[in-house]
């Protein structure tokens, strides 16, 4: 069992900063697959990006590709989303994901792909 805590959300203005991170218990975090997601109301989860269980593998949505970067510290089970240029369209709350099947080489993109989740964080863009 895995336990997913995200943390870092908030409320910025459009071009600004923020930088989410997701704690993680466990002892085979370092062996998973991390993601990060995104939903608003009435609206599918949507993927963000993942990061393999290395760190040396990584996968963004074409909407954040170039703004946002994930990364992981495996010695501190935790797993960051650094979000830069925010735009308004970005506010959502965000969810921290494992797949835990271990070692996987290419991090998986869709929600069904992951086995435990976060409670999110809200992520609020003003204009």
């Known amino acids: 069992q895995v336990q997913l805590v995200e943390s870092g959300g908030g409320l910025v203005q459009a071009g600004g900063s923020l930088r989410l991170s997701c704690a993680a218990s466990?002892?085979?975090?370092?062996?998973?697959?991390m993601g990060w997601f995104r939903q608003v109301p009435g609206k599918e989860r949507e993927f963000v990006a993942a990061?393999?269980?290395?760190?040396?593998?990584?996968n963004y949505a074409d909407s954040v590709k170039g703004r946002f970067t994930i990364s992981r510290d495996n010695a501190k089970n935790t797993v960051y989303l650094q979000m830069n240029s925010l735009k308004p369209e970005d506010t959502a709350v965000y969810y921290c994901?494992?797949?835990?099947?271990?070692?996987?080489?290419?991090?998986?993109?869709?929600?069904?792909?992951?086995?435990?989740w976060g409670q999110g964080t809200q992520v609020t863009v003003s204009s």
């Open positions: 994901a494992a797949d835990d099947e271990t070692y996987t080489i290419i991090p998986v993109t869709t929600t069904r792909g992951y086995d435990y």
């Open positions: 466990g002892r085979t975090f370092s062996s998973y697959t």
């Open positions: 990061i393999s269980w290395s760190g040396g593998v990584t």
